[in-house]
């Protein structure tokens, strides 16, 4: 996270190329995992009596002929959109999941921390955790006793590993958890997006013992949403999408890919196609040129062009919002909001719409922008912008959704597009 | 499947500690609050065996010398065989969050859950000895030796059991219902709160003399746990003959009671207690090979179907 710890991995990673390629730890090949609907599936006997046969319509395949390799010394990142089968994968690479298809084989002992305080009581105190974890990922007892003191000073508990975990914070749990697993001497380290609870300087312990690891030529694999982390820390990502493995090679052209992915893309409405994203930019306000870094506070332009199919229903809205890269949740709004479309006023054909912000927020990491036209509940289009990256001095954290002023200067509407809306400037 | 370069008895020796920790969590998380710890383990049968012995010695009361002894004798097996069955039939379900998010042999959870029954009841087991002290009937003679057979009978029924149970649970949530139900018929014709041998006079009553009088009461030790019972009442509650009707004594009291057949225990035979835990052991053998089966057969997709 730190330039510090960049340039102890840089030195790894130069030295660690493809012409010294380890032994083949972990290896999949033609890995499929179907998941039958939940409400399908028949857990009660009353159930069973009632409906006997399952239908295959509500099989849903988180991973489709996913094919991976990793060999001693490699730290792999594995990236993708929410829903895209990663943790699916790093289960069935554990041996917890059982693949529908296909075949895994792991070699050497494996450390895996799949979910925050997985494979801790609550009851129990940070002590005892430490001895049923270390059980749990099959380690002899005597190691345990061995290791002890250095899994407690390298959580940095203290007085707090006589206490039961259950009064732990998230922090806490993460650190005694991450502590347990690297201390343990794995081969293979298995990492689901835990690290980003810890602090920061604990986050920097971390990603300096991941270096260790790779120095020690250890295989690690991990899933995060951190461009930033997996350009850093890896010196190989795979990204997935759909459950299918789209890309697989250099960390930063995963990255780039990943955008690709999560770029403008369309969401068909329910009602028929009545608008369609086919176009988002992100420019510089006063060059118009496309920006490709955003630093927090700059201002900056968003065009979008609509394409719409059909007049428009009264009411219809179009808003934008920043998300985090994965996911739907709006973290922040920029306002204003285009409210109410006037019926008519919006026919058959393309529109352009502008929105400056005046200043992006002052929150360093990596976002899509999205765009959204809707109806009261029905959402008619959608396009987002995967890759905005924020660039910045000090990360925060936010809780909730973030409101931004944005002012709009829309273009007048080019002759060959009558119908484009000047938007209300709604800035409430 | 997951440490595949270690030996198979490294193998085994983790998964034994791995069950002993499990075991030491649930003892902890069990007592955990309570200022009497496992005393509360002790106390139980203590009140159990005053509770009965005051029931049925003064409201009912019966032939049986000290009947709360030969009903201890056989309910803590017994109670045994249930806590753990249960125990196991809940574990996976129980520890859902682990199954899901980390990799290890799932056995080791009905495993633990037996080891903790076994752990309860074998304290238990030890107020029965004191208490067997106390009353002047103390169980060292030979015929503790079958207590080896039986524990083994036990354990082989209690492991299939366990095993078919805590993976059919996670297919089909209705197992721990339909459990609860069946062992509470179990219970029933298993000869805990009476005698075997009671049984045996029935079949005879009956009118069950031809020659298959003999097979049909051999039937009865086809449930395992009846055998298991009638070894522990004859090797720890030891009394076979009702007093005054055995062959050593050289006067019938007139209107003892219930002085109506002479053998308190079903046998004075140790091959007739050798003999029903072989039957028994026999169907808990089919019960294993069953339970194992089927705990392989589910258990690698138990992450995926809880």
């Known amino acids: ?428 | 499947m997951r440490l595949p370069m270690r030996g198979s008895n490294v193998q085994t020796r983790l998964r034994t500690e791995l069950i002993s920790q499990l075991v030491r969590k649930d003892l902890k998380v069990k007592y955990q609050g309570s200022s009497l710890g496992f005393i509360w383990s002790l106390a139980n049968p203590m009140i159990l065996l005053a509770v009965y012995s005051f029931v049925f010695a003064f409201v009912f009361p019966n032939a049986m010398p000290h009947f709360g002894l030969f009903l201890m004798s056989g309910i803590l097996i017994w109670n045994f065989f249930t806590m753990a069955v249960s125990g196991a039939a809940a574990s996976i379900l129980g520890n859902a969050g682990l199954v899901k998010k980390v990799p290890f042999p799932h056995s080791a959870l009905p495993l633990a859950s037996i080891g903790f029954a076994g752990v309860q009841v074998a304290l238990q087991y030890l107020v029965l000895i004191a208490a067997l002290f106390i009353f002047k009937m103390p169980p060292f003679r030979p015929h503790l030796l079958l207590l080896i057979p039986a524990l083994v009978v036990a354990m082989t029924l209690t492991l299939g059991l366990g095993l078919f149970t805590a993976a059919s649970t996670v297919q089909l949530r209705d197992t721990q219902h339909i459990l609860e139900v069946v062992l509470f018929a179990w219970f029933w014709i298993t000869p805990i709160i009476y005698s075997a041998k009671m049984v045996n006079t029935q079949i005879a009553k009956a009118g069950f003399t031809f020659a298959g009088h003999g097979l049909l009461s051999w039937s009865y030790y086809l449930n395992p746990m009846a055998g298991v019972v009638v070894a522990f009442q004859r090797a720890l509650y030891g009394v076979v003959f009702y007093p005054g009707c055995g062959p050593t004594s050289t006067s019938n009291i007139p209107g003892s009671l219930g002085c109506t057949h002479e053998l308190l225990l079903p046998s004075d035979s140790v091959f007739f207690y050798i003999k029903a835990l072989g039957i028994g052991f026999a169907v808990a053998l089919v019960v294993l090979v069953a339970g194992v089966r089927k705990f392989r057969r589910l258990s690698a997709d138990f992450a995926q179907d809880l």
């Open chain 1, 1 to 428: 996270m730190s330039e510090n710890t960049g340039e102890v991995l840089g030195e790894n990673l130069s030295g660690n190329t493809s012409e010294n390629l380890g032994e083949v730890l972990i290896e999949a090949h033609g890995v499929s995992k179907r998941f039958a609907s939940y409400h399908r599936r028949a857990t009660s006997l009353k159930e069973r009596l009632v409906r006997h046969e399952q239908t295959e319509a509500d099989v849903f395949w988180a991973l489709r002929g996913v094919d991976l390799q990793v060999r001693r010394g490699e730290t792999v990142g594995l990236i993708g959109p929410n829903g895209s089968g990663k943790s699916t994968l790093l289960k069935v690479l554990c041996g917890i999941l059982r693949p529908n298809d296909g075949d895994v084989s792991v070699i050497g002992r494996v450390s895996s921390l799949l979910e925050l305080g997985a494979g801790f009581d609550g009851e129990l105190t940070g002590r005892e955790n430490i001895y049923l974890n270390a059980a749990l990922l099959g380690v002899p007892r005597s190691e345990t006793d061995r290791l002890f003191d250095e899994i407690v000073e390298f959580s940095e508990l203290g007085e707090f590993i006589e206490f039961p975990v259950k009064h732990y914070s998230s922090g806490m749990y993460v650190r005694l958890g991450f502590s347990v697993a690297v201390h343990i001497d794995p081969d293979i380290l298995i990492i689901d997006e835990v690290l980003a609870v810890g602090d920061a300087a604990f986050q920097k312990k971390c990603l300096d013992r991941i270096a260790d690891f790779q120095k020690r030529g250890k295989a690690i694999l991990f899933v995060s949403h951190s461009a930033g982390l997996v350009e850093q820390l890896c010196n190989r990502a795979v990204l997935l999408s759909h459950g299918q493995v789209v890309f697989d090679g250099r960390p930063g052209e995963a990255v780039a890919q990943l955008n690709h992915v999560l770029g403008v893309d369309q969401v068909e409405s329910e009602r028929g196609d009545l608008a369609t994203v086919t176009e988002m930019n992100i420019l510089d306000p006063i060059s118009r040129e496309a920006i490709d870094e955003f630093q927090c506070g700059a201002s900056v332009l968003v065009q979008g062009v609509i394409d719409w199919s059909e007049p428009l229903p009264a009411g219809a809205k179009l808003s934008l919002h920043l998300t985090s890269p994965a996911d739907e949740d709006p973290i922040i709004e920029i306002e204003p909001l285009w409210h109410f479309v006037p019926p008519g006023e919006i026919g058959p054909g393309q529109s352009r719409f502008e929105w400056v912000i005046d200043a992006l927020p002052d929150l360093p990491g990596d976002f899509a922008l999205n765009l959204a036209v809707h109806t009261q509940d029905t959402l008619i289009a959608h396009g987002r912008i995967g890759g905005v990256r924020l660039l910045g001095a000090t990360r925060r954290t936010i809780g909730g959704a973030l409101t931004l002023q944005a002012s709009s200067s829309p273009e007048p509407p080019p002759s060959d597009m009558p119908n484009a809306l000047p938007p209300r400037t709604g800035s409430r």
